[in-house]
């Protein structure tokens, strides 16, 4: 598949969606591709999302978050967790962890970038990058955005497609939605509440 179509969508993704033709996607990232201490993450509702919206769909998702990780971590464990399953799609989740352990933001891109690289490289698969969630704390939600402003550069030039999970959120937060009803004690880690915005916001990049 290579790099995405000039839409910045999966379109060969959905295509076989459509088709119903059976396909591999795998989400690596951190704690929140985890699902982390929720009955039901992210991936479980876009799972239902996709069969509601292709009702034909042949589809298995691979989880591959794993608690704390951060993008040079995902780089590490890219060829295991990821291209060994030969995949048709690839999320691709990290930010809050590279922001919290001190990572500069272009070192974060570089890594990212270097996950894009293998993916092409070594597989046919088509690439979703996944901001995460937005923060209660405005200092903290200004570096995030830094990490974020990386993905769209990233999104940019190399044509993949970006789901803007913390885009999403906002919005809901602005429209009336309690930010503390969204995240969990820690006031990091969603809700399932806040997973299911989560998975609206990646929804968007397949429909």
């Not at 200092?139 to 044509?159: D, P, T, V």
Request: aromatic share 8%; with cysteine; proline share 4%.
């Amino acid at each position: 598949m290579q790099k995405s179509h000039p839409s910045n969508r999966p379109d060969l993704t959905i295509q076989s969606l459509r088709a119903g033709e059976p396909i591999t996607i795998v989400a690596i990232g951190d704690s929140l591709t985890n699902g982390w201490m929720v009955r039901k993450g992210y991936l479980d509702f876009l799972g239902e999302m996709l069969r509601e919206t292709y009702p034909k769909a042949q589809f298995k998702i691979i989880n591959r978050g794993i608690p704390g990780d951060t993008a040079d971590g995902g780089l590490d464990r890219l060829r295991g967790d990821v291209i060994d399953f030969d995949p048709d799609c690839v999320l691709v989740q990290f930010a809050l962890n590279d922001m919290f352990m001190g990572y500069p933001a272009a070192q974060y891109k570089n890594y990212l970038q270097a996950i894009i690289d293998s993916l092409i490289n070594d597989t046919s698969a088509e690439t979703v990058l996944v901001t995460s969630v937005c923060l209660g704390d405005t200092r903290e939600n200004e570096r995030a955005n830094e990490f974020y402003e990386k993905m769209e550069e990233l999104a940019r030039e190399n044509g993949v497609s970006i789901a803007r999970v913390h885009a999403h959120w906002a919005r809901a937060i602005a429209d009336g939605a309690a930010f503390r009803t969204l995240v969990q004690s820690d006031m990091v880690h969603p809700t399932v509440e806040g997973y299911r915005l989560m998975a609206e916001a990646i929804m968007q990049v397949f429909r």
